[in-house]
């Protein structure tokens, strides 16, 4: 674990001090608490920022599985095949 210092006007002094306080926490965890805070508001304005296709190619899930490349347009038909198989309708 490292050890930061830094120089804090009183304007910041008084903000940590309300952290602090409302958190009924010491110094130190009042600061994790708002960089964590702060690191998730980015990360969610980070996410906002970025497309769908862009998430779910991160995430993986785009190239997980192999299917027909016209799948987004004959989908109903090959569910109904399905369907169709499994409770042995024709």
Known sequence: M???SFR???KSK???D?????LNSNQSQAIK???????VILKTQEQEQRSPQEILKESG???S???KKDLSITYKQHIAK???????VN
């Not at 309300?18 to 409302?22: D, E, G, L, N, V």
Request: net charge negative; charged share 30%; hydrophobic share 45%.
């Open 2 to 4: 490292e050890t930061f």
């Open 8 to 10: 804090c006007d009183d």
């Open 14 to 16: 008084k903000e940590l």
């Open 18 to 22: 309300f952290i602090k306080a409302s």
């Open 33 to 39: 608490d708002a960089i964590h805070a702060f690191y």
């Open 61 to 63: 899930f785009i190239g």
């Open 65 to 67: 599985f192999e299917a």
């Open 82 to 88: 399905g369907l169709r198989a499994k409770h042995d």
